[in-house]
């Protein structure tokens, strides 16, 4: 299984691009990982077994990589990212039932994408915005003094104001 290595998406050898662009040095590793998930908007397992492959480090070291840093997904993810605080503060005023009306109305489980790729849902234990009670930040945009209502009806709008787009690889 070495050689031209798996291509996938569209036929491009992204792979071997970055592996061109970094000079094969192990040494770069994260930031070839970090390339290919710019490129692919996160790490296909296909790519990180061609990768360890062709780079010669073991798979193991690159799904270490994958699972230390928090910016690294291995799963697709939304075109938006929901952060939801459920931390005290936010809880106590409400966060708990925005959570539910976020998973009910986008189909989006915590951690997980909507089925249309819109949405990438994360709860989390304080922003550290907790006078703005209960906050949600979508896309590094902070919202607070949310409500059900007001938290959804931001979230259509910002998937109404979303063109469509070619959707993430899978
Ligand atoms: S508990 Fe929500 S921002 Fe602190």
Known sequence: MSGSGAVTGGGKDIVGEILDRYGRQKGMLIPMMQDLQKERGYLPREDLVDLAERLGVPLSQVYHVATFYASFSL???????????VGTVCYLKGAGAIADAIRKEFEVQPGGTSPDHMFTFSPVNCVGACALAPVMVVDD?????????TALKTLRDIAAGTPADNKAAG
């Open 141 to 149: 945009k902070y919202y607070g003094g949310m409500t059900v209502e």
């Open 75 to 85: 799963a697709p993810r939304g075109r938006h990212n929901i952060t939801l605080c």
